[in-house]
């Protein structure tokens, strides 16, 4: 369902200088539209603008996660040491770890993955080849100790993470539920409405047999990837090795991208080491084989602007807009003006579109660079000038193209370029 919020309402402290400190255009225009705050290095606050983008892709990962029929549920931050302690990971780990002790002198840790937790559940609980496949997910906050936390949400300490594991009775079951989870992650990226790029990636600490990287490509980004000319073979430069595709395709590109979500077929490395058996169909003991899934939530917000922006700020691509519409009354002492936004306003927000409009007693260009700025799709200007000929302006944010239309007009107008879709069904 939709909603109307008023601006005067809402916390948006927008600013018109570059903040010093952000060195990617991500992290500068969320700053300066109001989206984000520094609490500390490589923590923040969400804003209400900036937590709506955050909620919307949320909602898309959710929705696919669902759909893939993985099961939602909600793993605690905490993690007791005794736990990484059965993987080795307690000693592997590093610095990143952020490890603590309670009052007790016990040490835990704030969890940057769940591996070892989720296993934790399944061999107290799955004990029969008959509960399996399991997939799990959860959307929750996680926390990895960078050295270098910069950047803003694209490397965070804090962030946060959708991570999914899946469960199966043998490889050929792990492998369908790898691809399952492949499948729903080239749906999010592409309802998120972003241009990426599936690629072949190390596994790094988390480990396992193979991995794939999805990334968002935007020329500001810290990955580099190669992809070939004449096949589907792409390949984080990590993972390449030479400059021709190893399948003997032709040459490869270079690209630059950020890693939005990374995949995991892990076999039986995690539930081998915490010993988590089940009973297979012929009364033997075996270990469920695994795979994790993970999509960087509080990234992808940033990378969808690393993608889309221009020299005025934020083009957000519709489905993760904070709102979808922006109504700008330019002069807010002209009644007729303040009817004819609010009509409009009142009438989109009735059709399930979330819309803004921005009630302020501020000058037309002021209104007009923050909007700019904050970057919602559409902007409909109401104007003394143009309502003397029954008209309002209609704003594409993305190319600037204006269109003159009556107040009817828009409304339709709108409801057919941003109403969403009904979501399409698995292909
Ligand atoms: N256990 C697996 C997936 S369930 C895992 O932790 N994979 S990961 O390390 O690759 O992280 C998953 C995703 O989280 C990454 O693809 C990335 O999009 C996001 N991510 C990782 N580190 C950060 C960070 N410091 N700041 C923001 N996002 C991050």
């Not at 040490?107 to 799955?126: I, K, M, N, S």
């Not at 239309?405 to 879709?421: G, N, S």
């Amino acid at each position: 369902m939709g909603e109307g919020v008023r601006y005067s309402k809402l916390l948006i402290p927008t600013l018109r200088e570059e903040p010093g400190e952000a060195e990617v255009v991500s992290h500068r225009l969320m700053i300066r539209a109001g989206m984000i705050r520094k609490v500390a290095a490589g923590i923040y606050t969400y804003l209400p603008l900036g937590l709506r983008v955050i909620r919307k892709v949320e909602n898309i990962v959710r929705e696919e996660m669902n759909r893939a029929g993985a099961q939602e549920l909600l793993m605690p931050m905490v993690q007791p040491s005794e736990l990484w302690n059965e993987t080795g990971r307690w000693g592997e780990y590093g610095k990143e770890l952020l490890r603590f002790k309670d009052r007790g002198e016990r040490e835990f840790c704030l969890g940057p993955t769940h591996e070892e937790v989720v296993t934790d559940l399944v061999r107290a609980e799955v004990k029969s080849y008959r509960q399996l496949p399991q997939i799990l997910y959860q959307i929750q906050t996680k926390f990895r100790d960078e050295i270098r936390p910069r950047f803003g949400l694209m490397r965070g300490r804090e962030f946060l993470m959708k991570d999914a594991y899946s469960f199966d009775r043998d490889e050929e079951g792990a492998k369908t539920s790898y691809d399952t989870m492949c499948r729903a992650y080239h749906r999010i990226f592409e309802r998120c409405g972003l241009t990426f790029k599936p690629v072949e990636a190390e596994s790094g600490v988390i480990g396992g047999i193979f991995s794939q990287e999805f990334m968002v490509l935007a020329e500001t980004g810290e990955d580099s990837l190669v992809a070939c000319h004449a096949c589907d073979y792409a390949a984080n430069v990590e993972k390449a090795n030479g400059d021709s595709c190893p399948r003997g395709h032709g040459p490869l590109s270079t690209h630059r991208g950020i890693e939005v979500g990374h995949i995991f077929m892990l076999g039986t490395k995690y539930s081998r080491a915490m010993k988590a058996v089940f009973l297979d169909n012929n009364g033997k003991e075996a270990h469920p084989v695994m795979g994790c899934y993970g999509i960087g939530i509080s990234r992808t917000a940033a990378a969808a602007i690393e993608q889309n922006h221009d020299a005025k700020g934020i083009l957000w691509p519709l489905p993760l807009a904070p709102y979808q519409v922006h109504v700008i009354p330019v002069n807010d002492k002209s009644e007729r003006v303040m009817i004819t936004a609010e009509l409009i306003y009142g009438t989109l927000s009735n059709l399930g579109l979330d819309v803004l409009i921005d009630d302020r007693s501020e000058r037309p260009g002021v209104k007009f660079n923050d909007a700019d700025l904050i970057g919602i799709p559409y902007q409909i200007i109401v104007g003394d000038k143009n309502l003397a000929e029954g008209r309002v302006e209609l704003k594409d944010r993305r190319d600037g193209k204006i269109t003159k239309v009556t107040t009817e007009e828009v409304i339709d107008l709108v409801k057919k370029l941003a109403l969403p879709p009904p979501p399409q069904a698995e292909s």
